[in-house]
């Protein structure tokens, strides 16, 4: 099962039966399915430790525009994980510029810390998701590739010359907003 749905699955059941489970009760199952599964049931911003499982919620939002594009080729998360070498790792002197930009609310200057390794691996594991970003970051789009790979997103509005690729590629594209 994919991680958002199995946090779905979890958050459905728990509601069903009148939010019998607390929250810190739900996290205790949901990272036994998946050390991301935790992350969607609250969604938001979230600092990560660990694999991911040990997570800090910040009571920030963002109200953006971003676009999604599924290549349609499946990226083996086990697989590149296994590529993550300890001293690609995120700094944790980044971390506090991180977070003084998510306060201010600074868009622009926040996407120039946004990093994801996993992602960098992705790349040079599946040359699909590479020409997505390749394509996006040619036509002078910030891409960044999500989680351990599959999608690439940007946040802003496509254009029509994405929306005219992703058509002929046979892409996915999806509209949305961070929340």
Do not use: Q
Not at 44 to 59: D, S
Not at 157 to 165: G, I, L, R, Y
Request: proline letters at 4%; hydrophobic letters at 40%.
């Amino acid at each position: 099962m994919e991680v958002p749905n199995a946090a779905t699955v979890l958050n459905y059941l728990n509601k069903k039966h009148g939010n019998i489970l607390p929250e810190e009760k739900l996290f205790e199952i949901a990272v036994k399915l998946g050390a991301d599964v935790p992350f969607f049931l609250k969604g938001g911003f979230a600092i990560g430790e660990g694999i991911g499982e040990k997570l800090t919620f910040l009571p920030k939002t963002l109200n953006e525009e971003i676009f999604i594009i599924y290549p349609n080729i499946k990226s083996d998360t086990k697989t590149v994980y296994s590529k993550v070498d300890k001293s690609i790792l995120t700094n944790k002197g980044d971390l506090n510029i991180i977070l003084s930009l998510i306060n201010e609310y600074d868009i622009k200057k926040l996407e120039a810390y946004i990093e994801n390794k996993l992602g960098d691996i992705a790349l040079d594991l599946y040359p699909e998701i590479k020409e997505v970003y390749d394509f996006l970051n040619y036509l002078g789009f910030s891409a960044k590739v999500s989680g351990s790979g599959s999608c690439v997103y940007v946040i802003g509005k496509p254009t029509e010359e994405v929306e005219k690729a992703a058509a002929i590629k046979g892409w996915r594209l999806i509209k949305t907003k961070l929340k």
